[in-house]
C-alpha cells in the first residue's frame, strides 16, 4: 500500500482538530444515535416503527425527505447491494442490509473509492460493508473509504456468534482499507470486529466503535491521524499474528475495554 500523506488526502492541517468539548459533544450524539438503532432493532425501546423503504426507480435523486438509499445517487431496490470493485461510489441514506464491493468477479485496474454522505446501514450479517477479493489477493487493489466532510455514518451488525475472534468485522476488507475524511464513523458489531482489513490506513476521522471483539482488527495497523473512541470492545486497536502497528498523531478514549487498548501480535 502506497504511503499516505494527511495534506494531500484531506487538505486539512493539525489545527484544523475540533476542541475537546466539542469531541466530547459529537462522540456523546454518536453514541447514542447508534445506541438508539441498535435498541430499536433489538425490539428493546417502545415506539412505532419507522416507514420501510418502499422500492424505487433508478435515476430518483434524494431529498431530505425521501427515504431510502442511494448510490451515486440511484435509489436503490435491493437489501443486499453489489457494486463491480475499482469504480467510485457515493452512499447516502438507509439501508436495511449489506454493500458488497465485488472482485472476485474480475480483477479491479484501480482503488474502489466509496464515499460515506450520511448513511444507516443495519445488517443482520456480522458485516455491513464487504470488499470481496479472492483469498490468494496479493495486488489487489485498495478499498479506500471516505466520510463526507461533517457527515454522521452509522453502521450497525447485529448478528451474533460463540466465537468472534476469527469474524469478519462491520466494515470488513479481505484486502487493504483505507479509511479517510473528516466525518464521523459510528459502528456496532454484535458479532466481531469493528473493522478488519489484511492493512488498515486510518487519516482523519472521527470514529466510535463498539464490538464483541477488536475495534479495529488487521495485520498491519496504520493509524496516523484521527480521533477515536472505543466502547465494549475486547481490544482497541489489534493485529492477528506476527502483525504491526504504527500509530501516528490520533486521541483516542478507551471504555470498558476487555482485553488491551493496543495488542500486537508481533512488532510494534
Known amino acids: 500500500m502506497e504511503n499516505l500523506n494527511i495534506n494531500s488526502y484531506l487538505g486539512k492541517s493539525t489545527g484544523d482538530q475540533i476542541t475537546a468539548s466539542m469531541w466530547n459533544e459529537l462522540f ?13 432493532v433489538s425490539g428493546t425501546t417502545p415506539g412505532g416503527d419507522e416507514p420501510t423503504p418502499g422500492p424505487g426507480t433508478g435515476g430518483d435523486e434524494p431529498t431530505p425527505q425521501e427515504e431510502g438509499f442511494f448510490v451515486n445517487g440511484v435509489k436503490q431496490t435491493s437489501n443486499v447491494i453489489t457494486l463491480p470493485a475499482g469504480a467510485s461510489y457515493k452512499l447516502s441514506g438507509k439501508l436495511e442490509g449489506q454493500v458488497i464491493i465485488d472482485a472476485e468477479s474480475a480483477k479491479p485496474l ?6 460515506l454522505d450520511n448513511v444507516e446501514i443495519v445488517s443482520n450479517e ?3 460493508i464487504k470488499y470481496a477479493t479472492p483469498q490468494s489477493n496479493k495486488g489487489y487493489k485498495d478499498l479506500v ?5 461533517d457527515s454522521k455514518n452509522y453502521v450497525v451488525c447485529t448478528k451474533s456468534v460463540a466465537v468472534a475472534d476469527d469474524q469478519p468485522g462491520a466494515i470488513y476488507s479481505m484486502n487493504n482499507l483505507v479509511i479517510q475524511g473528516v466525518g464521523a464513523l459510528a459502528i456496532s458489531n454484535n458479532g466481531g470486529h469493528g473493522v478488519r482489513a489484511t492493512e488498515v490506513n486510518i487519516i482523519g476521522p472521527y470514529m466510535y466503535i463498539q464490538a464483541t471483539h477488536d475495534g479495529i482488527h488487521g495485520k498491519k495497523i496504520k493509524a496516523i491521524y484521527g480521533q477515536f473512541k472505543f ?11 506476527d502483525g504491526s502497528m504504527l500509530i501516528g498523531k490520533i486521541e483516542c478514549q478507551f471504555e470498558n475495554v476487555r482485553g488491551s487498548n493496543y495488542h500486537v501480535k508481533g512488532n510494534t
Open 28 to 40: 456523546a450524539e454518536i453514541q447514542d444515535k447508534i445506541n438508539e438503532i441498535v435498541a430499536k
Open 145 to 149: 473509504i471516505t466520510l463526507a466532510k
Open 110 to 115: 484501480g482503488n474502489t473509492n466509496v464515499v
Open 231 to 241: 466502547n465494549n470492545v475486547k481490544d482497541g486497536f489489534g493485529t492477528g499474528e
Open 126 to 128: 456480522n458485516y455491513a
